[in-house]
């Protein structure tokens, strides 16, 4: 089935430790993003990618990295720079840029990170 | 100033209502408009897409745009208690480096259906 999976489901990170969540998605999407939505409040953007070898900052891009050298995948890496990780983070996924960047955006499942 | 704002509720209505759902935007040069239904602890699922004034129907929702007044709305029909999720609306429009769409979620609505 298509979709988006992320994993792991669970993260626990110690302090000073550096953690990557997995994206993966085989919708032939172009452009994938991740959010951190905690408690009460929107969804906020981490990072973005709308093409392979290609992605930008959000809008609370501090402490956190990304790649993408593939198209299905778009894993985020959450450093010990992020003073305050505990959150639940969502990858999403949308057909494209341009005339296509109009269509929604689907989720995976979701990360939740917490520390130790 | 907050781009995307919804009551936060919770919304109380009784099984078999109506239940109404509003969202207010900033930017008057978004183009897509989305509601999102998210059950606690899971992730958000798209139920709606709205892109132009006037209602939009598919079973028991109605997704409605006014782009002069800035507001969308979703009315469901006949509500259920397995409707009883946070509601998130979001609306795209143009403002990413490079030239893509950026979707900006309100806070969400709370709706609780009850028995």
């Given at each position: 089935?298509?979709?988006?999976?992320?994993?792991?489901?669970?993260?626990?990170?110690?302090?000073?430790?550096?953690?990557?969540?997995?994206?993966?998605?085989?919708?032939?999407h172009d452009?994938?993003?991740?959010?951190?939505?905690?408690?009460g409040?929107?969804?906020?953007?981490?990072?973005?990618?709308?093409?392979?070898?290609?992605?930008?900052?959000?809008?609370?891009?501090?402490?956190?990295?990304?790649?993408?050298?593939?198209k299905?995948?778009?894993?985020?890496?959450?450093?010990?720079?992020?003073k305050?990780?505990?959150?639940?983070?969502l990858?999403?996924?949308s057909?494209?840029?341009?005339a296509?960047?109009?269509?929604?955006?689907?989720f995976?499942?979701?990360?939740?990170?917490?520390?130790? | 100033?907050?781009?995307?704002?919804?009551?936060?509720?919770p919304?109380s209505?009784?099984?078999?209502?109506?239940?109404?759902?509003?969202?207010?935007?900033?930017?008057?040069?978004s183009?897509?408009?989305?509601?999102?239904r998210?059950?606690?602890?899971?992730?958000?699922?798209?139920?709606?897409?709205?892109?132009?004034?006037?209602?939009?129907?598919?079973?028991?929702?109605t997704?409605?745009?006014?782009?002069?007044?800035?507001?969308?709305s979703?009315?469901i029909?006949?509500?259920?208690?397995?409707?009883?999720?946070?509601?998130?609306?979001?609306v795209?429009?143009?403002?990413?480096?490079?030239?893509?769409?950026?979707?900006?979620?309100?806070?969400?609505?709370?709706?609780?259906?009850?028995?």
């Open positions: 089935d298509g979709g988006i999976t992320q994993s792991p489901k669970y993260l626990f990170r110690k302090e000073g430790q550096n953690v990557t969540l997995s994206c993966e998605q085989n919708l032939n452009a994938m993003y991740w959010y951190r939505q905690d408690p409040q929107g969804l906020r953007l981490i990072y973005y990618s709308q093409i392979v070898n290609d992605f930008q900052k959000g809008d609370i891009a501090e402490g956190y990295s990304v790649s993408r050298e593939k299905e995948s778009f894993p985020l890496t959450v450093t010990s720079a992020q305050n990780p505990t959150a639940f983070y990858c999403a996924s057909i494209g840029q341009g296509r960047s109009n269509q929604p955006q689907h995976g499942d979701g990360t939740r990170l917490s520390i130790l | 100033q907050k781009e995307v704002e919804q009551n936060s509720g919304l209505v009784p099984e078999g209502a109506i239940a109404s759902l509003n969202c207010t935007y900033s930017d008057r040069g183009q897509s408009f989305f509601w999102y998210q059950y606690s602890g899971k992730s958000p699922e798209l139920i709606m897409s709205i892109y132009s004034n006037g209602d939009k129907e598919d079973g028991r929702f997704a409605q745009l006014n782009k002069a007044s800035q507001y969308v979703l009315l029909r006949d509500s259920q208690p397995s409707d009883s999720a946070t509601y998130l609306c979001a795209n429009h143009w403002g990413l480096t490079g030239g893509g769409n950026k979707l900006t979620f309100g806070t969400g609505t709370q709706l609780k259906v009850e028995l």
